[in-house]
C-alpha cells in the first residue's frame, strides 16, 4: 500500500527545544517538501528536496532544517530558533519522471508550543 | 506577494447545486494548475488538474476551465454533495518543481 506517512499525529515542543518531524514515502518519488500551513492561510514551503543529499530553501526557512539522506526519507528539524512554530505541517512528494508535476501530500502533523 | 490568489473565502450551497471556486494568478510562466481539497487536520488530497495547452478538463463531477488570457480558472463540482464540504486550495507550477498555493476556499454544502 503506497502512500506518505507522517508522525506523530500531534507533537508538543517546550521553550528551546528542538523537534523533529518525520515524513517517509516508499512512492519512489524523486522529490520532497515541507508545507507549513497557518489558520486561514494556504500553504507555505519550508524546504524542498529533489534528490537525495540535496535540499533547496523555500519562502519561509528560517529556524528549520532539513536533511534527505535516503531517498524515502526527509525528517524536518524544527529549532528553537522558530519562534512561532505552532501550525499545521504538511509533507509532500513528487515524480520528477512525470511531464507534470503533481505532488501528493502526507496527514500532517500538528506542533503545538507548551 | 501572492501569486495564487482565491477570492470569496467561504461558499455555501445547496446538495445537488453546482458550486463554483475561483482563482487567479499573476506569474505567467505558470503551465500546470491543480485543485486540492483538504478536510480539517488532514492532509490534502489532489482533485484535479489542467495544462496550459488545454482550457477544460473534466473528471466525473470535477470539471476545471482555464482561461489562459485572463490568468483566472474555475473549478466546478456538479452535483454537490454534503462530503463536498471542505477546504478547496488552488495551487499552479511553472515547471521548476515547485507549487504556489492559494489560501483556500471553504465550501459547505447544504443538505
Known amino acids: 500500500d503506497g502512500g506518505i506517512t507522517q508522525s506523530p499525529k500531534y507533537l508538543f515542543r517546550k521553550e528551546g527545544q528542538n523537534v523533529t518531524l518525520s515524513c517517509e514515502q516508499n512512492l519512489n518519488h524523486d522529490a520532497m517538501y515541507w508545507y507549513r500551513q497557518d489558520p486561514g492561510q494556504g500553504l507555505r514551503l519550508i524546504y524542498y528536496s529533489q534528490i537525495v543529499n540535496d535540499f533547496q530553501k523555500g519562502d519561509i526557512a528560517e529556524g528549520y532544517s532539513v536533511s534527505r539522506e535516503k531517498k524515502e526519507s526527509f525528517p524536518l528539524t524544527v529549532t528553537s530558533a522558530q519562534k512561532n512554530p505552532t501550525a499545521f505541517y504538511l509533507c509532500a512528494s513528487a515524480s520528477l519522471t512525470e511531464i507534470q508535476e503533481t505532488q501528493y501530500f502526507g496527514p500532517g502533523t500538528r506542533l503545538l508550543v507548551l | 506577494d501572492q501569486q495564487v490568489k482565491q477570492n470569496s473565502p467561504s461558499l455555501s450551497v445547496q446538495e445537488g447545486r453546482i458550486s463554483i471556486l475561483n482563482c487567479d494568478y499573476t506569474?505567467?510562466?505558470?503551465?500546470?494548475f491543480l485543485w486540492y481539497k483538504k478536510y480539517p487536520a488532514e492532509g490534502p488530497t489532489f482533485l484535479i488538474s489542467?495544462?496550459?495547452?488545454?482550457d477544460k478538463n473534466e473528471d466525473g463531477r470535477f470539471t476545471v476551465f482555464l482561461n489562459k488570457s485572463a490568468k483566472h480558472l474555475s473549478l466546478h463540482i456538479v452535483p454537490s454533495q454534503p462530503g463536498d464540504s471542505a477546504v478547496y486550495f488552488c495551487a499552479a507550477s511553472g515547471g521548476n518543481n515547485r507549487l504556489a498555493f492559494g489560501k483556500g476556499n471553504q465550501v459547505v454544502v447544504i443538505p
Open positions: 506569474n505567467s510562466m505558470f503551465d500546470y
Open positions: 489542467i495544462s496550459s495547452i488545454k
